[in-house]
Nanobody, 123 residues
Framework: QVQLVESGGGSVRAGESLTLACVASGTIASIPAMAWYRQTPGKERDLVARFHISGNTNYADAVKGRFTISRDNAANKVLLRMDNLRIDDTAVYFC?????????????????WGQGTQVTVSS
């Protein structure tokens, strides 16, 4: 059983900062990639930032230069530092991870999601 637990959401004013954290736990063999997505009501869930175990990162154009994704491989943790937040960053943020999980039969690759954490930015 694999679980992702997020923390760090909240309400801030435009221009302020927040850091989101996500920890993966369970019968994990390896985590090739961890990422953050966000979703607003009536819209699709969009990729915000992704961190591959190789060290490669990629960001949505809307957050480049303001958000920073980092990863602690030993702790199975990913962080999203969000600076200079804007009102249009308001969304539910979801952690996602591509995880090679251990099973009684061996291993199985899957994509897992956290429960989501609300980020609200006001003027």
């Amino acid at each position: 059983q694999v679980q992702l637990v997020e923390s760090g959401g909240g309400s801030v004013r435009a221009g302020e900062s927040l850091t989101l954290a996500c920890v993966a736990s369970g019968t994990i063999a390896s985590i090739p990639a961890m990422a953050w997505y966000r979703q607003t009501p009536g819209k699709e869930r969009d990729l915000v930032a992704r961190f591959h175990i190789s060290g490669n990162t990629n960001y949505a154009d809307a957050v480049k230069g303001r958000f920073t994704i980092s990863r602690d491989n030993a702790a199975n943790k990913v962080l999203l530092r969000m600076d200079n937040l804007r009102i249009d960053d308001t969304a539910v943020y979801f952690c996602s991870a591509e995880i090679l999980a251990r099973t009684p039969e061996g291993t199985r690759m899957g994509k897992y999601w956290g429960q989501g954490t609300q980020v609200t930015v006001s003027s």
